[in-house]
T-cell receptor
Framework: DSGVTQTPKHLITATGQRVTLRCSPR?????VYWYQQSLDQGLQFLIH???????AKGNILERFSAQQFPDLHSELNLSSLELGDSALYFC??????????????FGEGSWLTVV | AQTVTQSQPEMSVQEAETVTLSCTYD???????LFWYKQPPSRQMILVIR??????QNATENRFSVNFQKAAKSFSLKISDSQLGDAAMYFC??????????????FGQGTRLTINP
């Protein structure tokens, strides 16, 4: 158990709908990362938050947004869903966002299926 | 931008034998971190081993060790005494050590490891 908690574990929804994925980082971790893993794209970095502040954006679509709340949990919002958004969405966390090279720990992921 | 390449999409090894997974990366930075993650059928991402670029000594974690060649930008993973539970997808990953900017992990495409009993 990495200590990173993601909900829901599985989600099936229809095209055009909106979903929210939730992540609780490990206790004490200030950084939260979101990754998408699909069959054809591999592991893609979406976005990084540190202590409530957005630090970096990767290949995140405009239909997707995220935020990190004062209690450090994070949500990834996916809207106007398309079939191609079906993927495993990982949340990960680390202690700080600095040059200390501390390890990034992953949650178990949220499986999203768009039908 | 940094890139990570794993040239072996699939590997297989007999149980109890040794296997080496290859990884190369491209970066202009001198300070960074390298990782191997394991993803079993459960799809969870599990850290196997990490290496700091400033350390010349290769990291070791029980049956797992790395061969880090900084000049060649190579970071291979050696699994000794392979066990059935080692069967998984293995990802090599790079992370910048810069204090600002992207702290994300850059992943390779993965190597699927099969253990033959």
């Amino acid at each position: 158990d990495s200590g990173v908690t993601q909900t829901p574990k599985h989600l099936i929804t229809a095209t055009g709908q909106r979903v929210t994925l939730r992540c609780s980082p490990r206790s004490g971790d200030l950084s939260v990362y979101w990754y998408q893993q699909s069959l054809d794209q591999g592991l893609q970095f979406l976005i990084h938050y540190y202590n409530g502040e957005e630090r970096a954006k990767g290949n995140i679509l405009e239909r997707f947004s995220a935020q990190q709340f004062p209690d450090l949990h994070s949500e990834l919002n996916l809207s106007s869903l398309e079939l191609g958004d079906s993927a495993l969405y990982f949340c990960a966390s680390s202690v700080v966002s600095g040059g200390s090279g501390n390890t990034i720990y992953f949650g178990e992921g949220s499986w999203l299926t768009v039908v | 931008a940094q890139t990570v390449t794993q040239s072996q999409p699939e590997m297989s090894v007999q149980e109890a034998e040794t296997v080496t997974l290859s990884c190369t990366y491209d970066t202009s930075e001198s300070d960074y971190y390298l990782f191997w993650y394991k993803q079993p059928p459960s799809r969870q991402m599990i850290l196997v081993i990490r290496q700091e670029a400033y350390k010349q000594q290769n990291a070791t974690e029980n049956r797992f060790s790395v061969n880090f060649q900084k000049a060649a930008k190579s970071f291979s993973l050696k699994i000794s005494d392979s066990q059935l539970g080692d069967a998984a997808m293995y990802f090599c990953a790079y992370r910048s050590a810069r204090s600002r900017g992207a702290q994300k992990l850059v992943f390779g495409q993965g190597t699927r490891l099969t253990i033959n009993p």
